[in-house]
């Protein structure tokens, strides 16, 4: 009797193991896949973090090379090192550095040398939007000098009666300091005494 009471509860135990064993091998490895699953949410967002700095850098970028045209001061260079670096942290500091330089040519562009001189000339001229040939915009503007100093504007945008004020002023800054002075201007520089 105690024979066949040992082997019942030998019988007993094995299935009780038999059905342990499994549970804690399953527990082993769901404990496991969610490891795996908190590795893969972070990589996931790691490389979100690493594509959208990447965005904002392109977009800062573009802003500075938008305001430099503007101008027609030469393109900041870019090296592209940001999209062969797998740090977010490197990448972020050469997003700090483009929206650094997209402010500065921003601010630089909207406010050209000798501002005030140009707004006392357009007084005097057309308004901005003038498109009454030969001579366009608000700094009346013939289609030489717009060729001459503005060419870049005159074929993406034609006439100057279609750039900003801002762009009129700049093509007019790059006649300034090619040597022609306000002398393309003669009558209003003179009255706003400038020449």
């Given at each position: 009797m105690l024979l066949l009471v040992a082997v019942a509860g030998l019988a007993a135990a094995l299935s009780?193991?038999?059905?342990?064993?499994?549970?804690q091998a399953e527990a082993t490895r769901s404990i496991g896949s969610v490891a795996d699953r908190a590795q893969l949410a972070r990589r996931t967002v790691h490389v979100a973090q690493l594509r959208q700095t990447l965005a904002g850098i392109r977009e800062a970028r573009d802003q500075a090379w938008k305001w430099e045209a503007v101008m027609s001061a030469p393109r900041l260079r870019y090296a592209a090192s940001a999209e062969q670096s797998p740090s977010l942290?490197?990448?972020?500091?050469?997003?700090?550095?483009?929206?650094?330089r997209a402010i500065q040519a921003r601010r630089e562009a909207q406010h050209p040398p000798r501002l005030e001189d140009w707004l006392c000339i357009h007084h005097y001229e057309g308004a901005?939007?003038?498109?009454n040939a030969p001579y366009y915009g608000g700094l009346q503007m013939d289609l030489g000098f717009q060729q001459a100093y503005g060419a870049a504007l005159l074929h993406h945008k034609g006439t100057a009666d279609h750039w900003t004020p801002l762009e009129q002023i700049w093509v007019a800054e790059r006649a300034y300091r090619s040597g022609r002075?306000?002398?393309?201007?003669?009558?209003?520089?003179r009255w706003c005494g400038l020449i």
């Open positions: 009780l193991g038999a059905i342990l064993v499994p549970q942290g490197y990448r972020r500091s050469v997003l700090a550095l483009w929206s650094r901005w939007n003038d498109p002075g306000f002398y393309p201007w003669p009558n209003t520089a």
